[in-house]
């Protein structure tokens, strides 16, 4: 017979935030429900690097019509 874990009737832990605080989850979840996080801060490091010109914006591609 197996012994009875104490931490089986626990709930889970939530999950560790590695690179965000919790400001910018608090963030994240109020303007930007339902979006992957790493989408939204993808999107606003490259905004980010384009202004400070450290990153060149994509050019549009267009011919001469």
């Known amino acids: 017979m197996n012994p009875a874990k104490p931490a089986a009737s626990l709930p889970a832990k939530p999950g560790r ?5 919790a400001g910018t989850e608090r963030l994240l ?7 992957v996080p790493a989408t ?13 010109g450290r990153l060149v914006p994509p ?3 267009g011919g001469k019509p």
């Open 17 to 21: 935030r590695r690179y965000i605080s």
């Open 59 to 61: 050019r549009r591609r």
């Open 40 to 52: 939204v801060i993808e999107d606003a490091l490259r905004q980010k690097a384009i202004r400070e």
């Open 29 to 35: 979840a109020d303007c930007f429900p339902g979006l």
